[in-house]
C-alpha cells in the first residue's frame, strides 16, 4: 500500500473530551468550583483537554465573560483548552481575538436533557456471523460511540463511571459458534457454555459459568479494570481492554480450571479462582 | 399438534438424509402420520434413499410456485403406512425456497392432519438450511465423531436459536443429538472423538448413537430406509431413537466394543 510511504495519515478519532458547560460568567466562581472539582479527584483534570461551552449563557452573560481570563485560568489549572462551542454572535468576535478556537456547534440533544439510560434488551446484542451487515453494524456500536456530554459531567460529579456500569446482561443459553454476543455499557453474565468459535464481550467485566471456550473480551471500550472470571478456562483468546493473550501461548497451568483474569501493568494475569 | 422437526448438522455426509428416512419410517411405522420434506433443492438425495425416485412427478418447488397441489405432489410410501415424501426439485436452486412458500406447505401439512413434519435440511449454513430449519419446534442435529463435524454442528445450533421464527418469537428450539457413524474401536484407538465429549462440547441432550455399519450404505443403494433392515445394528438404533424420541425410556446401545467370541474370531 502506498499509504505506508505517505508523510502522513489523516483520520478520524474519538478522543475523550471534557466538556465544561458555564452556568456563570465569573471568573472567580468558575475558578473556585473548578478548584473544588479538582480537589475531589486531583489526577483526573491533569493534562485534560477540555472544550467550554456556553450554551447556557444569555446573550448578555456572553458578552460579559472574560475569554482570556478563562484560557488564562484553565491552563493555570492544567488543562488543555481545546475550543468554545455553542457560541452566541455577540461572542464571535471576541472569541477569535482572545485566541480561542471555535468548535462547530452540536446539534444533538439539548444540555438539560437527563441521562439516557438503555434497556437492558438495547443493550444486548446477539449476532450471528452469517450476516456481515449486521456484523458491521455491531462493530460500528463498539468503536464509534461517540463520547456525550452527559458521560462527561457525570465523571466529572462522582469522579467514576461506576453508577453506568451496574446494568448487567445475563444469557442463560450456550453461545454457540459463531455467535456474538456483546453486553454494552456493564458486565456480562453467562450461565451455560461459550463455544470454540463464538465471541464475547463486555464494556465490563465478563463471568462465565459453564466451560469458557471462544474468545473472550472484557472491557472492551478501555475499561482496565474490568475483569474475566470463569468456571473452566478453555478460551481461545483472551483480551481485557485491548491487552490480549492466546491461550495455547500462555504458561498458566489453570487451563480447564476455575480461573479469574485481570490486568496489571498492561499484562494479562491469569490467577486461580478461589 | 403436529410437530415441525428439522434433522440437520451444517457439515455435509455424516447422515442427514439417511437420519430424516430411518426416523419419518420410524415415526410412520409406530402409526403417526408422518411428512418428510427434502430441503435439499438442487441436489436431491431423500427420494433415492427412500427408493421412490421413479415415482417423482411433482416436487416441492412445484407446490411452493403453485404448479402442483401438495396432494399431487406427496409421495405416499408403499411400505409404510401413514409416510409420505415431498421431494425436492433436481432442475432448480434453493433461491426458490421462499419463506411465504415453505411456510404455506407446512401450514397445510398441519391442517392435513400430519403428526411430524420432518425437514431434511441441506448441508451448509445457506438458504436451503436456513429454510429447513426457520420454521422448526424441535431439532435433530446429526454429527460424526470428528472435529469439524462437531464445530460445525455447534455453528449450527446458534443458527437455530437466533435465526429460527420460534428464535424471533423469544422462543426456545428443543434440541437433540444424534451421532452417527460411531465405532467404539475407533474411539478406543484415538481416531474418534468419544460420544461423552462430543456431549461435553455440545452440552446437548443425547437421542441416540447409531454405529457405523455397513448395512447403512447396503440400505441407501437399494432405496431402503435403514430402519426397516431390522437385524442390522444401525436400523435397531434408529428404532430405539424413533421410540426415545417418543418418550420411551431406553437405554443406549452399541456404545463399547464388541466382544468377540470364539467362533466369530475364528471366522470373523
Redesign the interface.
Known amino acids: 500500500m502506498i499509504a505506508t510511504q505517505s508523510a502522513l495519515e489523516l483520520k478520524g478519532e474519538m478522543l475523550m473530551l471534557n466538556v465544561l458547560r458555564l452556568q456563570d460568567v465569573d471568573i472567580k466562581l468558575i475558578e473556585e468550583t473548578l478548584q473544588q472539582k479538582r480537589n475531589e479527584a486531583p489526577l483526573f483534570f491533569v493534562q485534560s483537554p477540555v472544550v467550554v461551552d456556553c450554551s447556557n449563557l444569555s446573550q448578555e452573560q456572553g458578552k460579559q465573560l472574560d475569554l482570556r481570563a478563562l484560557r488564562r485560568l484553565l491552563v493555570r489549572m492544567d488543562f488543555v483548552p481545546v475550543g468554545l462551542r455553542n457560541v452566541s454572535n455577540a461572542m464571535l468576535a471576541a472569541s477569535m481575538t482572545s485566541g480561542w478556537n471555535i468548535l462547530r456547534s452540536s446539534t444533538k440533544h439539548p444540555p438539560q436533557k437527563a441521562l439516557v439510560i438503555n434497556t437492558p434488551d438495547e443493550n444486548a446484542r446477539?449476532?450471528?456471523n452469517?450476516s456481515t451487515e449486521e456484523q458491521e453494524q455491531n462493530e460500528d456500536a463498539v468503536s464509534t460511540e461517540p463520547v456525550s456530554e452527559d458521560q462527561v459531567n457525570e465523571a466529572i460529579e462522582n469522579t467514576s463511571l461506576t453508577s453506568r456500569q451496574k446494568q448487567g446482561l445475563i444469557i442463560e443459553?450456550?453461545?454457540?459458534?459463531?455467535?456474538q454476543i456483546y453486553a454494552k455499557r456493564g458486565d456480562l453474565i453467562i450461565l451455560?457454555?461459550t463455544?470454540?468459535?463464538?465471541e464475547v464481550m463486555a464494556d465490563g467485566s465478563i463471568h462465565v459459568y459453564?466451560?469458557l471456550r471462544g474468545r473472550v473480551l472484557a472491557g472492551v471500550k478501555g475499561n482496565k479494570k474490568a475483569r474475566i472470571f470463569c468456571r473452566s478456562l478453555e478460551a481461545e483468546l483472551i483480551v481485557i481492554a485491548g491487552c490480549y493473550q492466546l491461550l495455547d501461548e500462555s504458561e498458566t497451568e489453570l487451563k480447564g480450571k476455575p480461573a479469574m483474569i485481570h490486568l496489571e501493568d498492561e499484562k494479562l494475569i491469569i490467577e486461580p479462582l478461589i | 399438534m403436529s410437530k415441525v422437526i428439522v434433522v440437520t448438522s451444517g457439515k455435509g455426509g455424516v447422515g442427514k438424509t439417511t437420519t430424516s428416512a430411518a426416523f419419518a419410517a420410524g415415526l410412520a411405522s409406530k402409526g403417526h402420520r408422518t411428512a418428510v420434506i427434502d430441503f435439499d433443492v438442487g441436489l436431491r438425495n431423500l427420494d433415492l434413499i427412500m427408493g421412490v425416485e421413479r415415482r417423482v412427478v411433482y416436487d416441492f418447488v412445484n407446490v411452493i410456485n403453485g404448479e402442483a397441489t401438495l396432494r399431487q405432489a406427496l409421495i405416499k410410501d408403499k411400505r409404510v403406512d401413514n409416510l409420505f415424501i415431498l421431494p425436492a426439485s433436481q432442475t432448480r436452486d434453493k433461491d426458490a425456497l421462499t419463506k411465504e412458500g415453505v411456510e404455506s406447505v407446512i401450514n397445510e401439512l398441519k391442517t392435513d392432519g400430519f403428526e411430524f413434519i420432518v425437514c431434511d435440511s441441506p448441508a451448509g449454513?445457506e438458504k436451503g438450511a436456513f429454510m429447513a430449519l426457520y420454521f422448526a419446534d424441535e431439532a435433530i442435529i446429526v454429527t460424526n465423531p470428528e472435529v469439524s463435524s462437531v464445530?460445525d454442528s455447534?455453528?449450527i445450533?446458534?443458527?437455530l436459536?437466533?435465526?429460527s421464527r420460534a428464535a424471533e418469537n423469544g422462543d426456545?428450539i428443543k434440541e437433540h443429538l444424534v451421532i452417527t457413524r460411531y465405532s467404539p474401536e475407533r474411539v478406543d484407538m484415538g481416531d474418534m472423538i468419544s460420544l461423552e465429549d462430543i456431549v461435553?462440547?455440545l452440552?446437548v441432550p443425547l437421542l441416540a448413537v447409531i454405529p457405523e455399519s455397513g448395512s447403512v450404505l447396503q440400505a441407501s443403494n437399494s432405496g431402503v430406509p435403514v430402519i426397516m433392515d431390522i437385524k442390522s445394528r444401525a436400523g435397531q438404533a434408529y428404532m430405539d431413537m424413533t421410540a426415545r424420541f417418543l418418550g420411551e425410556d431406553i437405554p443406549h446401545r452399541f456404545l463399547d466394543i464388541e466382544k468377540k467370541g470364539f467362533f466369530k474370531k475364528l471366522f470373523g
Do not use: F, H
Open positions: 446477539v449476532t450471528e452469517t443459553r450456550p453461545i454457540r459458534s459463531g455467535q451455560s457454555q463455544s470454540a468459535g463464538s459453564g466451560p | 449454513i464445530r455447534d455453528r445450533l446458534g443458527i436459536q437466533s435465526k426456545v461435553d462440547i452440552s
